[in-house]
């Protein structure tokens, strides 16, 4: 199919959220697109033409999450508020049990929502859901991080994620999207921050406990090898899950390589999940 026959996103709003939305609702799963913390969802401007060459006219639907993009203010950034939200917007658009995708926090949020509404399956793109290290090293930053050295600190997290590793298109990509706010990165970090430990895995265990109960199909890709104890930790808690490590791609696989990332997305539209 050639490039004339693709289609523009309908700028929308669902349930206050800004969003784009191609294609049309059919017998295949339609895809929500969850970009990460700090990011917006011009993120998927690379993928989202790939995916209509090779599996023409899907339904999806990338949003800016609350805080982020074009989507306004919230009083607060809770992730279970997010959650709750993203649910609002698979009903105003008319999205039937979806495929729901997410980078880093957005991960998160698709992990939770596919926990506790019907889905068709998961794409965690670089998101550990195992929190204990990452709360740990928060915690350790969060006089910082609350403080006037939060920009200081944020380089540093930004700086992990090895965008350098990105062709330079998509390392340009990276840097003009990424916008740190302070109040938003704590409100979407509150829980690691601010909860005791324990209930921090109880939460999390609860999670993968209904999924694994669900049978939904998720697909954990990484930009690097994953560390030994959380391969083990993986395979206990989501057995069922598939994971691709995408060498040599930091935080962004699918930024690094969007046409293998929208294969495997167009490979979703086979997926039987909890419809």
Known sequence: MNTGTLTTGRPVHFAGLAADDYGHS????????????????TTWRDVVPVLQRIDPARRVVAIDLPGHGESPEQSTYELEDGVDLLHQVVGEAGLVAPVVVGHSAGALLATIYAARHPTRGVVNIDQPLETTAFA????????????????AVWQMFYDSLHAELLPP?????????????QQ???????MVLEEPAAEVTSK??????????????????????????????????LPAATVEVWHGTGHFPHLADPHRFARRLAATAQWVGAA
């Open 26 to 41: 059919d017998d295949r799963p339609p895809l929500i697109l969850l970009h990460g913390l700090t990011f917006d969802r």
């Open 169 to 181: 298109a998509a390392q340009e990509l990276v840097r003009t999207t990424c916008r740190p706010r």
């Open 204 to 237: 999390v265990d609860e999670t993968t406990a209904a999924l694994r109960a669900s049978t939904v199909p998720y697909l954990h890709i990484a930009g690097a090898d994953l560390d030994p104890a959380y391969r083990q930790w993986l395979g206990t808690h």
């Open 136 to 151: 740990a090293l928060v915690r350790s930053l969060a006089a910082r991080l609350r403080g006037p050295e939060f920009p």
């Open 184 to 190: 938003v990165v704590l409100g979407y970090w509150r």
